[in-house]
């Protein structure tokens, strides 16, 4: 894989967002995070249109399939949501000299 990649999730918490953050760097999955809110979401669950507060995360610079399969399985084996999201975006465009 020739791109860099970035995860974008979304938790209920600022301290869950910084929890994950954290022990994704510590597992050395990922180097650079980022970490926005608190961030208004709608969404239909079970025929009801929820209206809550999230922090969305935003893991950065994964460049290989195997560290994007172990950043998954930690967000879905530590993340307080029974389904989380796991938004896969590729970044074609970069500059070298920050990559490094």
């Given at each position: 894989m020739d791109d860099f990649l970035q995860v974008v999730t979304t938790v209920g918490s600022e301290e869950e967002a910084e929890r994950?953050?954290?022990g994704i760097a510590g597992a050395r999955l990922a180097a650079c995070f980022q970490i926005a809110g608190p961030i208004r979401s709608l969404d239909w669950r079970q025929g009801?249109?929820?209206d809550a507060r999230e922090w969305q995360l935003v893991i950065k610079d994964i460049s290989s399939e195997e560290q994007l399969a172990?950043?998954?399985a930690y967000i879905k084996a530590?993340?307080?949501y029974?389904?989380?999201e796991i938004i896969?975006?590729?970044?074609l465009l970069y500059d070298e000299e920050y990559m490094r």
């Open positions: 994950l953050a954290h009801v249109l929820k172990e950043v998954a530590n993340l307080s029974e389904t989380p896969v975006i590729p970044t």
